[in-house]
């Protein structure tokens, strides 16, 4: 296998102060058919995605262009890796949980261009997801949908939204439900008519996901602590989900174990795929990169995405099998509740937000 | 938290001194007791498990785990960096114990606070530092990255971060006992013509040998233990910057239960083999006390 010279080997050699031998050596990664080595620093729970899909894409590229492709991954809250890319951690690509994740790389290190969701179809996400619940084998308590999660003898695990986002979609998705039972029709957010209305609605909604957080003993950073925590050390009574997490929890320990439970309504998570252009052109990746991130949209990677629980944006691809898995469920998007991650971000999840207003730890 | 239990052991190890106390016997027994079942419960179950959970699906596929290539890089970069700041932190100790222990200078009290600053300080903060220092958006890191160089989230990043951490183990070994032995010995060398240089290694050197491969015993098994410093600056690169710890939290989050616990029993291997050296270091150097004192050693007594 060739390893392209790593400057930071250098950097290493240094370091030994010539007690040791020099470390590091090989090629230098060139343009053309020489191997190349892309970096995908993705968030929690696409492990296993990823992890496919890399298979075959490598396959894919090497018989395209005679190029060989190796995929490096990172995963981590989605919130963390933003940091770290941010913190000069060289991704070539970025696949994270929401766009605002993209957008803070994008605004705070200008490591690409801020209009970088309209450069992929489906606005940079070529899968989806949402939120559902798992609970204990048999739902001994009897939870079926939002309003169950404020009671008292429920406990509720979900990671921090101030890490994780995939929490970020927990505490949007419960927000939302309690707006649309106050108002019925959440298109009456829209009319200006109606102000009074949801002004009172938003305090109901602040009212229920205060209540929702007093009922979280523990907060993890990514979506996959807070997975074990409810399943290896059984912790809390419902877990609030990406719901491919939820699939892949009853699918390796086994269904005898948890149980999903589709609430009445949640929201659309689109997580969000781009291009680090600053980095790819440091690497001379660009070409690869992109394509790398369009081939998410072919059917070998439509179908993928379903195979691992993902949403995707072309079903007509995908394995029926694999489709007839995902429930029906109502799913609101963000834009028409929220105006959009970067507001929703603002007014919730900033330093002082009401994320921070109503937190507390809880029991 | 095992690096912690071992350096709070060490800390009370080394003593042989019989205490001579008129407690009736059952005293001794009750603390005796207290002692074993504390050790049982908080250390030896969870090595115990740890092995238990490795073999649970038999010895293939515990062996198979080591076949990982993210695995197996895991191992070679945790030696590697073993490799890199064990030297370099023998270097600093025995000069930082060497001038704390036999010079005078002000500010001397200063220098061995500061080399205790690892410990004290947790060691996500000590990664954190470095990130804000040699991040793209630190101090240095502009300039770094426009010279193409890759400190953080790479190899030299999780090498200071270790090596920082790392720190005190062997000056801490030293400087007590060199403090202890006094400067008549190397002035007796130099009044008799050896150059510094011979008196160090002849004079100096020959009395703190057990000491400094003990602390070389202990600062290389936090240096291979270490998380939480090494996790900051990672950035987590599969088959690239996870150390052996780090590469034991991604198995586990990723529900590979026998493989995370493989490469975890590896590493409790590692301490117990250290646990071994530093027995075998403590015989070693309480028999030469024997021998040069001419006395027996007090655990023969």
Redo the contacts between chains.
């Keep these: 296998m060739i390893r392209r010279l ?7 050699a240094v ?3 010539g ?2 031998g020099c ?1 590091g050596g090989g090629e230098q990664q060139a343009a053309g058919r020489q191997p190349i080595t892309l ?1 995908n620093v993705s968030y ?1 729970p696409t ?2 995605l990823y992890r496919d899909y890399n298979e075959a894409f490598a396959a894919h590229w090497l018989k395209e262009t005679g190029q060989t492709v190796t995929l ?5 809250g989605a919130g963390k890796q933003a940091r ?1 890319v ?5 991704a070539d690509v970025v696949t994270l949980a929401l766009a605002y994740d993209i957008d803070a790389i994008a605004s ?2 200008q490591l690409l261009p801020a209009g970088w969701q309209a450069r992929l179809p489906h606005n940079s996400a070529p899968y989806t997801s949402t939120i559902v619940f798992l609970v204990r084998k048999g739902n001994p308590l009897q939870i079926r949908d939002w309003d169950d999660l404020v009671r008292p003898d429920v406990a509720v695990i979900t990671p921090n939204p101030k890490t994780s986002g995939g929490a970020r979609w927990n505490y949007l998705a419960a927000w939302a439900f309690a707006l649309k039972r106050e108002l019925g029709d959440l298109s009456r957010l829209q009319d200006p008519a109606q102000a009074d209305a949801v002004a009172a609605a938003e305090v109901v909604a602040r009212r229920f996901v205060t209540d929702l957080f007093a009922r979280v003993p523990v907060l993890d950073s990514g979506a ?2 807070s997975t ?1 925590t409810f399943v290896q050390r059984q912790i809390g009574d419902v877990l609030l989900a990406w719901e491919n997490e939820a699939f892949l929890a009853v699918n ?2 086994g269904p005898d174990v948890v149980d999903i439970v589709v609430p009445s309504l949640s929201i659309l998570a689109e997580p969000s795929v781009a291009l680090v252009d600053v980095f790819a052109d440091k690497h001379g990746t660009r070409a690869v990169a992109e394509a790398y991130l369009e081939w998410l949209y072919s059917p070998t990677g439509q179908r993928i995405a379903a195979k691992h629980y993902y949403r995707p944006v072309d079903p007509q691809h995908a394995d029926p099998a694999d489709l007839a898995r995902f429930p029906d469920v109502e799913l609101v998007k963000i834009d028409e509740v929220f105006g959009g991650w970067a507001n929703a971000q603002r007014i919730h999840f900033d330093d002082g937000g009401t994320f921070d207003q109503i937190y507390v730890p809880g029991p | 938290m095992g690096d912690l239990v071992r350096v709070r052991r060490h800390r009370f190890a080394g003593r042989h001194d019989r205490a001579a106390t008129t407690e009736p016997r059952w005293v001794g027994l009750l603390l005796l007791a207290t002692t074993v079942v504390f050790l049982g419960l908080f250390l030896l179950l969870p090595l115990v498990t740890v092995f238990t959970e490795a073999l649970r699906k038999g010895a293939g596929a515990y062996f198979a785990s080591f076949g990982d290539p993210a695995a197996l890089a895991a191992i070679r970069l945790t030696l ?1 960096v073993a ?2 700041a064990v ?2 932190n023998l ?1 600093f100790g025995v000069t930082a114990a060497w001038a704390i222990a036999k010079f005078e200078f002000r500010g001397k009290s200063f220098v061995t606070t500061l080399i205790d600053v690892p410990l004290a300080v947790s060691p996500v903060i000590s990664g954190a530092i470095y ?1 804000l220092l ?5 101090l240095l ?1 502009p300039w770094l ?1 426009a010279h ?9 990043g999780i ?2 971060a270790t090596v920082f951490v790392t720190v005190p183990f062997i000056a801490r070994e030293l400087i007590p006992l060199m403090q202890e032995q006094g400067i008549e010995d190397e002035e007796a060398a130099l009044t008799l013509g050896a150059s510094g240089w011979q008196t160090f290694r002849r004079v100096t050197l020959p009395n703190v040998k057990w000491a400094l491969l003990y602390g070389v015993i202990l600062c290389n098994a936090r240096a291979m233990g270490e998380f939480g410093a090494v996790s900051v600056v990672s ?6 910057t996870n150390t052996m710890p780090l590469q034991v939290e ?1 198995l ?4 590979n239960f026998v493989a995370a616990f493989a490469v975890a029993s590896l590493l409790a291997l590692l301490a117990l083999v250290t646990l071994a050296l530093k027995t075998l270091v403590e015989r070693l150097s309480a028999a030469a006390v024997t021998l040069d004192s001419g006395l027996p050693a007090a655990e023969e007594i």
């Design positions: 790593d400057p930071s080997w250098l950097l290493a370091l030994l102060l007690s040791l470390g970096l929690d492990r296993e490096e991954m990172s995963h981590g770290a941010i913190d000069g951690l060289e705070r290190a996959r602590g074990n390796e320990l | 590697t490799a890199i030297p370099l270097v990130v040699f991040g793209l958006q630190g890191g990255s193409g160089l890759q400190v953080i989230f790479a190899v030299p090498v200071i950035g987590h690169i599969r088959g690239k991604i586990y989050n990723e529900y």
